[in-house]
């Protein structure tokens, strides 16, 4: 009998190849990060989806012994005809993307809480289309960490960047600014609470990286981005000959934790 692979598994075992040939680049704890985009549209949508996350995927995935899942919505968007709302789950390797998700199908709690938006019919789906972006973790920020805040969720802003590069080589040169050239460290001095950096490795924007920094309130946000615009540092390392047209598109997002998020 002939044996059927999915193109998800095949996705990640040829990544899983092509990340273990870079002998160059240290692999070692570097966190896999998903990172799921649900985009929606109505009140009943949304309702849905925070029913199941809440109620199901989250309960599910602790369960499973996976922590510091994070559920972000876009601030402001209640007029935006695209709603948008982000889950990020760390994972320990590639491997593990494919194992809970088959896990999940043999959760009898999970499927029995999660019925609702797993079970939705063709014409009341809980979305109007979801993706999946993998990045691995940047070398100097191995893992991702918590944020320590004390305002309440609603008012905080966790800022998503994206950052595309022209080519490959260029893009690695933009890494390399955040690792070596310690864009990480001015971040990490003026207490820009960053959770995670990582590298894009599946997603449909490529050459990527992505990052995010969290802040107490909108306030906080413009005053540290003003210190880091500021900074001598930043100065120097922004007109560095080495490091000049790395970025050919920068996208950014404002979020909020959701109640139910872990940070």
């Known amino acids: 009998m002939k044996k059927y692979v999915s193109f998800t598994t095949l996705l990640l075992v ?28 109505t009140a009943d949508q ?8 809440q109620n199901a995927l989250l309960p599910a995935l602790h369960r499973h012994h996976f922590k510091n899942i994070g559920v972000f919505k876009r601030i402001a968007q209640d007029t935006s005809a695209n709603k948008i709302l982000y889950i990020f789950i760390p994972h320990q390797s ?3 993307v494919v194992q809970i998700a088959e896990q999940l199908k043999t959760d009898a709690v999970y499927q029995k ?11 009341n789906p809980p979305y109007t289309r979801m993706e999946n972006i993998l990045l691995q973790a940047f070398t100097l920020a191995p893992e991702m960490q918590l944020p320590d805040l004390k305002s309440n969720r609603k008012e905080r ?16 040169n933009k890494v390399h600014m955040f690792n070596e050239g310690d864009e990480i460290g001015l971040f990490k001095q003026l207490h820009f609470n960053a959770a995670f950096y990582g590298e894009v490795i599946a997603g449909s924007k490529i050459p990527n990286l992505m990052y995010m920094t969290c802040h107490e309130n909108k306030a906080a946000r413009d005053s540290n981005w003003k210190n880091f615009s500021e900074s001598q540092q930043w100065k120097k390392l922004s007109s560095a000959p080495e490091y000049q047209h790395n970025v050919a598109h920068i996208d950014i997002e404002f979020l909020y934790p959701t109640d139910y998020s872990d940070f």
């Open 157 to 172: 802003v966790y800022e998503l960047r994206s950052y595309e590069s022209s080519t490959e080589k260029i893009f690695a």
């Open 14 to 41: 040829l990544l899983t190849a092509g990340l273990s040939s870079m002998k160059t680049i240290p692999q070692k704890n570097r966190s896999i990060y998903q990172l799921t985009v649900y985009h929606y549209q």
């Open 113 to 123: 809480d999660g019925a609702a938006y797993l079970n939705a019919v063709y014409n």
């Open 46 to 53: 949304e309702k849905l989806l925070d029913d199941y996350l």
């Open 94 to 96: 590639l491997q593990s």
